[in-house]
Structures are given as C-alpha cells and as structure tokens.
C-alpha cells in the first residue's frame, strides 16, 4: 500500500524543511508547491497569481500521486492545507485510491514564524510582505482535536519543568508496551540540529521524552552526533533527568561482567578524542564540578523498580567511552581495566558531562554485549553457545526485555528529588563577569540555569 504523507502548517512553522527531512528518512517522493511555482512563475507574484498558479500545479501533482497510490510508491504532499476541508477533502481522496494518508502538522511559535517567513524573502521560493503574511494568517484554520495527526514542532513549545528524557535506540521505544506518540520536536539549537526529532510519548497518563541517539535512520556514528544540540534541546523542553540507554557495544572488562548483564555506572572514564563536551566557549567561563557525574537518585530508581520486577542490576561499575567506531586495541583494554574501568561503551560522553552543565540529572542503563578481551580473536566471529565471553542472541534479547520492562516502570512510578548540588551544579562556578556576558552568553545561561 502506497503511504500518502500529508503536511499541515502555516508559512513559516518548517513544513518543508520537515518534509525534506521525511524525504530523507522514507525515500518518499516530496512535492512542495510553492518550490515549482518559484522556478516556473518567479518569486514577486500576486495573490492571484499565486492562487491560480497553485491550481494548476496541484492539479499536476495529483496525477503523479494517482500513479504513486497504482504503483504503492509514497509521496510526500507539502501543501499548508490551511483549511479543515481541505484537508478532510484530500484524506478522502487517498482513502478512495487505496492509498493510506499520515496527516502531520507542523506547529511553530507565532512570533518566531513570522520573523522566518519575513528573513527567507531573499532565499525563500516565493516572497511575502508583512501586511500579506497578517492576511494570510487571518485566512488560517488551525487543526481541531477531531482531527487525527501527528504534530511537528518547530520550536520548544511545551517547557513544563521537571520532565524525564530517554536517550537511546532507534527501535528501543517502541518496544514499551501501551505508549501513545503525542508530538515530535524537531527544531535548531544554538548548537546546530538535533541527531533526531524528540519524540513527546504519553504512557498511563505520564509523558515522557524519547531521543533517538544515532538518528532516525541510525546513520551517526558515536563521534558524529551533537551531543551539545540533543542535551540542549531537551533543556529547553523543560527536562530534568536523562536516561542514556545502551544495548549494544557494551564490552565487558572483567571476568564477573558476563554478556547479558545489566549495569547502571556510578562513574566514567573520558577515553574520546575529537567530542564537543561543553556549551562553555567564547568568552562564556564555568568550571563546574564532575567528581560524580552520574545521579544517585536516578540509580536509587532503576534499584528500587528492578527490585520489584525482581531483576538484577549491577551497580557501582565505572564505563569508560571511546571515540569509536572501532574498538580498542588488546594492550588499551587491558590499560583501562588496570585503572578501574569495567566496561566500554560509546555513547555515554559528553552525554553526561553535557546534563550536568545544564543541571540535569543522568545514568546509563547499559546491557553487556560481550566481552572486550575476546573481540577480533581467530574464533571471535562465531557466536559460541553457553560462552561466557562472547555475544549470545537468546541472552542479549532476554536482557534487553529486562531493560526495557525496568524503563517502564520508572516512567510510571514516583521517582526521587534529584539532589541539589546537580540541579544547581552551576552556582558559583560561572566566571565571566555580569557585564562582560554578550546576548548570546544570556540566551544559553537562561537555558541552562534553569
């Protein structure tokens, strides 16, 4: 079956910048009227011109989506659609060639749209001044909540205080039984764009945020992702606590750290070479604090539910994160177990090193994968039954099962105070003098701070 990507937004919230992003993700064939009428008719056009143009290319849109719907190829409508019978209208017809519509709107701040749509003129496909932008908007009929779809927003607009953010796979979230997507956050930082849109989740009446560490289509490597815009993004949505999950490339240092475990660091050792690991640059100086970087509360969650579900959970172990993508040499392994490191992952810094300079709690939830000291031996390729060293399916799936019941049960459970030396990590240790910060130090301190 052919799947029929529909956008909702007004000019301004990103629609198309989401729909090439779709574009990228589905292999979905974009249509994005406004771009053709540009390169046939010009940008300076007329109302009317405008209106009429956008007749006849829809009409020859159309036809191409009817052949798409016969040949179940998807396409991607980027159209505004600012009017509910419009939309209702277009589902119809889809619904009518077998085809299968996924309405997404795509929602902004008033202010920041207009100001975007007003900046694009020099670039943007076609121009629009202020007082046609005001008419247009008058013209506007936003979404009823009759209306099924999946919301896009383009700029952090729901920033309750105190909510849960979940770092981790592409496929991980869906694994939680009973969960309900509400929203997708896909917006810039001032640290450049996210590996991923942040995905709003409501189960049992919690709502929780879901990051996709490594990309939609998992095409980041660990040294690829911007950390600084993920954390930061999830500042400004309002997150207090991050958990930063990892089931796979989890080697094992010692011999009692079997494959299939599950661990939970109290500490980690930065082995990283090339990582962005702080928002303090240009003339912004803080020094904060990192002798335990990984919350107390958060590990006193993951004891107390796995408890309860009667799952054994390894504490106290020290994660050493490399810089990827390969792994570590016999003679590194061996270095950083004779320092006190128990595992090696990838992903975990700056992750945490970032949460804390923005007063966020963090932990990993980690599953072992297998064991460091056994990866590229003669016979390491082969997936040895019964092995205590290397990587077991049947174990590693058993145990990602385990994680993700105990996920579930921390997003529904009362969880305790984070401490107060994290959620005001930054007190005393900005040192850039009031007068000295610019406006861009201000915006990323009132994010921060908060």
């Known amino acids: 079956m052919s799947t029929i990507y529909i956008i909702h ?50 009409e020859e849109i159309w036809k191409e989506v009817e052949t798409a719907i016969q040949q179940e190829r998807d396409v991607i409508l980027d159209y505004g659609l600012w009017k509910k019978q419009q939309r209702i209208e277009l589902i119809q017809k889809v619904q009518k060639l077998g085809g299968k519509p996924i309405v997404y709107e795509v929602i902004c701040d008033s202010v920041i749209m207009k100001q975007r749509a007003l900046e694009r003129n020099e670039d943007g496909d076609i121009a629009i001044t202020s007082e046609r932008y005001d008419m247009y ?49 896909d917006f810039k930082t001032p640290f450049g764009e996210l590996a991923a849109p942040i995905i709003e989740i409501e189960l049992n009446g919690n709502t929780f945020f879901y990051l996709i560490r490594h990309g939609s289509n998992h095409d980041l490597l660990p040294h690829e992702i911007n950390y600084r815009a993920n954390i930061y993004a999830l500042k400004m949505l309002g997150v207090t606590r991050v958990i930063g999950i990892s089931t796979a490339s989890i080697e094992s240092l010692k011999k009692d750290l079997l ?50 579900l009667k799952i054994k959970i390894d504490f106290n172990r020290t994660l050493a994160c490399i810089e990827g993508p390969h792994f570590l040499t016999k003679a590194e392994n061996q270095f950083l177990l004779s320092i006190g490191c128990d595992a090696i992952g990838m992903s975990c810094i700056p992750e945490a090193f970032l949460a804390r300079e923005a007063q966020m709690a963090y932990s990993t939830l980690a599953v072992v994968s297998d064991n460091a000291n056994q990866k590229g031996t003669p016979n390491s390729h ?29 997003i529904t459970n009362k969880h305790i105070k984070t401490p107060d030396f994290i959620r005001s990590s930054l007190a005393n240790t900005i040192k850039t003098p009031l007068n000295c910060r610019s406006e861009y130090h201000n915006k990323i301190l009132s994010v921060l701070t908060t």
């Not at 771009?35 to 143009?53: D, F, Q």
């Not at 009823?144 to 309750?160: F, G, L, Q, W």
């Not at 335990?292 to 969650?301: F, H, I, R, T, V």
């Not at 060293?389 to 019941?405: G, L, M, S």
Request: proline share 4%; glycine share 6%.
């Open 9 to 58: 937004g007004f000019i301004g919230a990103g629609k198309t910048t989401f729909a090439k992003r779709l574009e990228k993700e589905t292999g979905a064939k974009r249509f994005t009227p406004d771009e053709i009428i540009a390169k046939r008719c010009g940008k300076n056009l007329s109302v009317e011109e405008i209106k009429n143009a956008n007749l006849t290319i829809k």
């Open 137 to 185: 908007y008058q013209r506007f009929e936003p979404m009823d909540e009759d209306e099924e779809r999946i919301t896009i927003c383009k700029s952090p607009m729901n920033n309750k205080i105190n909510r849960l953010a979940i770092i981790g796979g592409h496929l991980l979230y869906k694994k939680i039984e009973g969960i309900k997507i509400k929203s997708y956050y």
């Open 259 to 308: 494959p299939g475990k599950i661990i939970v660091p109290n500490q980690y050792l930065d082995w990283t070479k090339n990582r962005k690991d702080t928002f303090f640059e240009n003339g912004l100086i803080a020094h904060i604090p990192m002798t335990n970087p990984c919350c107390p509360s958060l590990a006193k969650d993951f004891s107390k539910v796995a408890k309860n």
């Open 382 to 410: 082969k997936k040895l039954k019964k092995s205590n060293n290397f990587y077991d399916q049947k174990i590693w799936e058993n145990n990602v099962k385990k994680a993700v019941a105990i996920l579930k049960n921390l």
